[in-house]
């Protein structure tokens, strides 16, 4: 069985898809965080009206949880069109894409999530659409074979990935706007948990909010999972109303600790810490300790441990930090002068 993690960013089921799209904000005026790309899509936006055409295809990419969807939407609704939504899994050959672009209005909005995964054929079909709004469909094979070119309405192409490393030079450089989101503030992050709170109705004290949001991973849908889950403790044990003890309670019933770290989180730490003695260690002899897998370790806890300072990346391996040691009540090693390896090491990061 999957191991079920309450600060996974990833959306997890159909119910939390659903309170994802009650709490998301309709319009730009009320969405929270990202500054720098809300005035980008404020410009792009007002010039677009003005000139009574689509705004430009936006390329949005960053961890999970950000609100890339939620870019989608909201400039589909300024905009005043329609949102149709697919991602680069399902799209496997041109004519799946072939339906959803000749149904296009003008001024529609085509929100392709995990666009890194389009296969090269769908991605090639692409290109035409985004540059000239066409596509070139074939039909029969051999010398029976003719290209057909086909109109289609403008459009707006958004594009969202986790991993942008993996989107190939050619389609990134169709997007005219391109941004990578950043995780949120602890500020962004209150105000996100207080809209929320009004939204669900949730009696919330300051300090409880400010409680959920230290250990929310800088990431609003981790914040709103938290809130739902508190929400439910306080329902049962103080009538509805959230303090900071209520929040603190639930937090430890679900192992999350004032960090944001769980016990897959601490298992890591520890395992680098007590097994590797500090490290440097590998991810698959970590992988193996901890019987998990490589690529969780690396796309779901690792990130975050290395964001806020925990573990450090060497050629040799990962390295706990001595902040790793107090957060754990560990006592650190005993320093040591480093060996010339380690020194090109430590050398190389800067």
Request: hydrophobic residues 40%; glycine residues 6%; aromatic residues 4%.
């Given at each position: 069985m ?40 404020h ?5 677009a ?16 949880g ?18 149709k ?10 004519a ?27 991605e090639e ?20 074979a003719k ?8 459009f707006?192409?958004?594009?969202a990935?986790?991993?942008a ?26 105000q ?30 981790i ?12 329902q ?7 303090t900071?003890e ?5 937090l ?7 960090l ?9 730490l520890?395992?680098?810490?007590e ?24 796309d ?6 290395l ?6 990346r ?18 650190p090693?005993?320093?040591?002068e ?13």
């Amino acid at each position: 069985m999957a191991r079920e993690r309450i600060i996974d960013p990833v959306a997890s089921d159909l119910e939390e898809s659903r309170y994802d799209l009650a709490l998301r904000p309709a319009s730009l005026d009320e969405c929270i965080g990202q500054d720098r790309l809300r005035e980008k899509i404020h410009i792009a936006l007002t010039a677009a009206k003005q000139r009574e055409e689509p705004i430009e295809h936006v390329l949005v990419h960053g961890p999970p949880g950000l609100g890339k969807t939620t870019i989608a939407h909201v400039i589909a609704h300024e905009m005043q069109a329609h949102l149709k939504t697919s991602s680069g899994p399902a799209l496997v050959r041109p004519a799946d894409l072939m339906g959803i672009l000749t149904n296009l209005q003008s001024g529609d909005v085509l929100f392709i999530d995990e666009i890194h995964r389009l296969p090269p054929i769908v991605e090639e079909f692409i290109y035409p659409a985004m540059e000239d709004f066409r596509v070139d469909f074939t039909v029969n094979s051999g010398m029976h074979a003719k290209t057909i070119n086909i109109p289609l309405q403008p459009f707006t192409l958004i594009g969202a990935t986790t991993r942008a490393g993996l989107i190939t030079a050619p389609l990134r450089a169709r997007f005219g706007i391109q941004h990578h989101l950043d995780f949120w503030s602890p500020e962004h992050l209150q105000q996100c948990l207080r809209r929320s709170a009004g939204l669900l109705k949730v009696a919330c004290d300051e300090e409880a909010i400010e409680a959920l949001s230290l250990c929310s991973r800088g990431t609003p849908r981790i914040a709103n999972r938290l809130l739902r889950r508190v929400r439910d403790y306080a329902q049962v044990h103080n009538r509805g109303q959230v303090t900071k003890e209520i929040a603190q309670a639930a937090l430890k019933i679900e192992e999350i600790d004032a960090l944001g770290l769980d016990r897959l989180d601490r298992a890591f730490l520890r395992a680098l810490i007590e097994t590797y003695r500090g490290g440097p260690a590998g991810i698959e002899a970590i992988a193996a300790t901890l019987g998990d897998e490589r690529d969780t370790l690396e796309d779901v806890v690792e990130p975050y441990l290395l964001q806020i300072g925990l573990v450090t990346r060497t050629r040799q391996g990962r390295c706990a930090t001595p902040e790793a040691y107090a957060h754990l009540n560990l006592e650190p090693p005993a320093r040591r002068e480093p060996t010339p390896d380690e020194q090109g090491d430590c050398a190389s990061l800067f």
